[in-house]
């Protein structure tokens, strides 16, 4: 009897990478909470006229957003470069996929992994930032692993896709800045969506992207834990995007 | 009767208008070591790559140890090992390491890899550098470790893919060895090469493919008696003269004149040689002999050098 699924056998090596070249992490993870803070905190606190919004700072109003933009950009490129390399460059990936494992394990096993890792990454942004702002959250904060989760696992699949279909890394830097950039920033990481004209609003607030953003900020800021439709939501889109990328990778595999 | 491991009937795979594989027929009985001889691109990795389930075949059929190449392939993965033509190491694992992970992707249970594993680094002579980065491995070392990475989980069944192209000298004839090995335990293997003298020591019967289809199959003994005769003349001229008169000697079993080169396969090579330089010594600048080699099947069965 198997007790444990290959692709969670996947999951742990790739955990295993992680944590022993974890150093690359942590430079990441310490500076871009401090980039953060200066930036927004030094850079536009500092103006005579303080930029609010709906009663908050500036720097508190983009921050959840951006902590979210960081975990999905670490989900998208950490999968989608990890697939590309293995198959393309260290040719490790014919190993696995000439084991016993089908095309939905290894497609679970590598969105999984680069879930875990961007929400480990994003919990511990968190932790600085909370360390070094002036700032005490509401207690839903506690419920942000299951929003980043989700969020991570929507843009490790549509990374994963790319890293099976693309040839060459170069290319999964500059269509993973379409994909990520656009979306997030539209989805009102900057700004309330509420000032967009009305169609164009109600249009993006229908994009998850958008839902992860609004999510993020009721746990972050306003205290409130009614996530439950942005979770589904995120949650059912991220499964489609995982069967498609399952079709994709037996189609490019499996040819 | 050995049992029969790999049946393939009709099998066909085509990419659009090529035809990578083309109606192949095959049986290999269990422990025969089964080479798939012939030039790039003649269809053998894709014939592998089939039997493993990473290909879908257009047409036909094939079962490895009983189960469906294509229904069953997760299982077909679980008894057969794969040696593919490039290394698969993971870079950031020690070799130790990197066939753990291969057990455990296999669900193999701590108990039973610790002891595989020990069996296959000693196989492949690799046991004292178990906690080396693959990184440092030369190229040699490689190539050993990916065929113990497919032996981890002990297969019933071995694919090596052109196992020693890029290799030394001296690093091929190591790993012949260890194939040689393997057999001994009873393992069927299926390899494609296209060096003649590694299928000729290696495999008890060999199937020359060529286009996608396998044009000769036999033993090496057996395919080399499809040239009739004990030598292979090969001469050289300046394209000046008619040969059609050798045809007519009883010494001439089989012959074939290009512009400037003549094959002769004869059973009695020092009255031919005899004859060519005594009728023929103005215009021929060099004269060679050698016994019939699977090279020399291959070219007399398709007209084209094997390594092309």
């Known amino acids: 009897m198997n007790a444990v699924n290959p692709a969670l056998r996947l999951v742990e090596k790739e955990l295993y990478v992680y944590f022993k070249t974890y150093y690359t992490e942590l430079t990441y993870v310490i500076l871009f909470p401090f980039l953060l803070v200066w930036t927004m905190g030094v850079g536009i606190g500092r103006s005579e006229d303080p930029v609010t919004i709906g009663g908050y700072d500036y720097i508190e109003f983009i921050a959840p957003g951006i902590i979210l933009m960081s975990v999905v950009t670490t989900a998208f490129f950490n999968t989608g470069f990890i697939m590309l390399f293995e198959k393309e460059y260290q040719g490790s990936f014919d190993g696995v996929i000439t084991c016993p494992i089908s095309a939905g394990e290894v497609v679970m096993g590598k969105i999984l992994a680069g879930t875990i890792k961007s929400v480990i990454n994003g919990m511990i942004i968190i932790l600085i930032i909370l360390l070094v702002m002036d700032y005490t959250p509401p207690w839903t904060i506690l419920l942000s692993p299951l929003i980043l989760f989700v969020s991570a696992l929507f843009f490790a699949a549509i990374g994963l896709m790319l890293g099976v279909v693309l040839k060459r890394g170069y290319h999964l830097g500059t269509i993973g800045n379409i994909v990520v950039l656009p979306p997030t920033f539209l989805g009102g990481i900057f700004f309330e969506v509420d000032n967009l004209p009305d169609g164009v609003a109600d249009a993006i607030r229908l994009s998850p992207v958008t839902m992860m953003i609004d999510g993020t900020r009721k746990l972050f800021l306003f205290g409130d834990a009614n996530i439950g439709i942005e979770l589904v939501v995120i949650f059912v889109t991220s499964m489609l995007l995982y069967l498609l990328a399952t079709k994709i990778f037996e189609r490019e595999v499996i040819s | ?308």
Not at chain 2, 19 to 35: H, R, S
Not at chain 2, 241 to 259: H, I, R
């Open chain 2, 1 to 308: 009767m050995p049992e029969t491991v790999i049946k393939i009937e009709k099998l066909a795979k085509h990419f659009g208008d090529l035809k990578a594989v083309n109606q192949v027929d095959l049986e290999i009985p269990k422990g025969e070591i089964f080479g798939l001889l012939g030039p790039n691109g003649a269809g053998k990795t894709t014939i592998i790559r089939m039997l493993i389930g990473l290909a879908r075949p257009t047409s036909g059929t094939a079962t490895v140890a009983g189960l469906d190449i294509v229904k069953d392939s997760v299982e077909v993965r679980r008894i057969v090992g794969v040696v593919p033509q490039t290394n698969v190491l993971d870079r950031e694992l020690t070799v130790r390491a990197n066939l753990v992970y291969h057990a455990k992707l296999h669900s193999m249970k701590k108990i039973r890899y610790e002891k595989t594993i020990d069996n296959a680094l000693e196989l492949v002579g690799m046991t004292d550098r178990q906690d080396a980065d693959p990184i440092t491995l030369s190229g040699g070392m490689k190539r050993r470790m990916t065929i113990a990475k497919a032996l981890v989980h002990e297969p019933e069944v071995l694919f090596l893919d052109e196992p020693t192209t890029g290799l030394d000298p001296q690093s091929k004839r190591a790993l012949w060895e260890r194939v040689s090995a393997l057999s001994k335990k009873g393992i069927t293997m299926i390899l494609t090469t296209h060096y003649m003298e590694e299928a000729e020591l290696l495999c008890d019967r060999i199937g020359i493919i060529d286009q996608g289809r396998i044009i000769a199959l036999d033993t090496p003994r057996g395919l080399k008696k499809i040239l009739k005769g004990e030598a292979v003349i090969d001469a050289t001229h300046d394209g000046t003269v008619d040969f059609s008169v050798l045809k007519e000697k009883d010494f001439t079993e089989d012959m074939e004149v290009g512009p400037d080169t003549l094959r002769l396969y004869t059973a009695k090579k020092k009255e031919a040689i005899s004859y060519l330089l005594s009728n023929f010594g103005d215009s021929i600048s060099s004269v060679d002999f050698h016994e019939p080699t699977l090279e020399d099947v291959f070219l007399h069965l398709t007209g084209k050098e094997l390594r092309g």
